[in-house]
T-cell receptor, first 117, second 114 residues
Framework: AQKITQTQPGMFVQEKEAVTLDCTYD???????LFWYKQPSSGEMIFLIY??????QNATEGRYSLNFQKARKSANLVISASQLGDSAMYFC??????????????FGQGTRLTINP | DTAVSQTPKYLVTQMGNDKSIKCEQN?????MYWYKQDSKKFLKIMFS???????INETVPNRFSPKSPDKAHLNLHINSLELGDSAVYFC?????????????FGAGTRLSVL
């Protein structure tokens, strides 16, 4: 079964609009971490935001926020006031279990976001 | 200052050759990883080392051999390259015990096997 599902292969948004990228996850472990990464056309993977399963508040980092709905097992990324430079692939990922050394991230399929001027 | 650096950025080689990819991090992290990104952009863990000890070996062919000479370096050697090895290989590092264990990635090495 897919552990991380991103149902939007591609999204097109007008500049300055807000955009929500969907991510649902599947785990039976009560302790886990959720991550979003950005991959621009240049290819590097850039960490954006982290949400822990026990965090009471939704994570925010500048224009990025994570809409964490634990009961629904969703961790959507919200980008406010989108910019042309936000055009990229976006990956949702999960670490299962508590932080105990080397732990793999399991990634979703990614969403390609295109910001139109 | 590049936090996680990989060399080379591009690698083009013939089937059957042996090649290495090097990775270094200057973040003071204790854990390093290799991930493979296929042509459909899907990322999957290959290996992970914590304090130079192999922790994760994710059913990768034994033609792939990671080596960690110290906590700041993790190299990947690939023997007898096959067409299916063509992919982008990412190195990453993290600091364990922080509660978050955020992984920071290098820029990737694009391997093309002809």
């Amino acid at each position: 079964a897919q552990k991380i599902t991103q149902t939007q292969p591609g999204m097109f948004v007008q500049e300055k609009e807000a955009v929500t990228l969907d991510c649902t996850y599947d785990t039976s472990d009560p302790s886990y971490g959720l991550f979003w990464y950005k991959q621009p056309s240049s290819g590097e993977m850039i960490f954006l935001i982290y949400q822990g399963s026990y965090d009471q508040q939704n994570a925010t980092e500048g224009r990025y926020s994570l809409n964490f709905q634990k009961a629904r097992k969703s961790a959507n990324l919200v980008i406010s006031a989108s910019q042309l430079g936000d055009s990229a692939m976006y990956f949702c990922a999960m670490r299962e279990g508590r932080d105990r050394g080397a732990q793999k991230l399991v990634f979703g399929q990614g969403t390609r976001l295109t910001i139109n001027p | 200052d590049t936090a996680v650096s990989q060399t080379p950025k591009y690698l083009v080689t013939q089937m059957g050759n042996d090649k290495s990819i090097k990775c270094e991090q200057n973040l003071g992290h204790d854990t390093m990883y290799w991930y493979k990104q296929d042509s459909k952009k899907f990322l999957k863990i290959m290996f992970s080392y914590n304090n130079k000890e192999l922790i994760i070996n994710e059913t990768v062919p034994n033609r792939f051999s990671p080596k960690s000479p110290d906590k700041a370096h993790l190299n990947l050697h690939i023997n007898s390259l096959e067409l299916g090895d063509s992919a982008v290989y990412f190195c990453a590092s993290s600091r364990s015990g922080t509660g978050k264990n955020i992984q920071y990635f290098g820029a990737g090495t694009r391997l093309s096997v002809l």
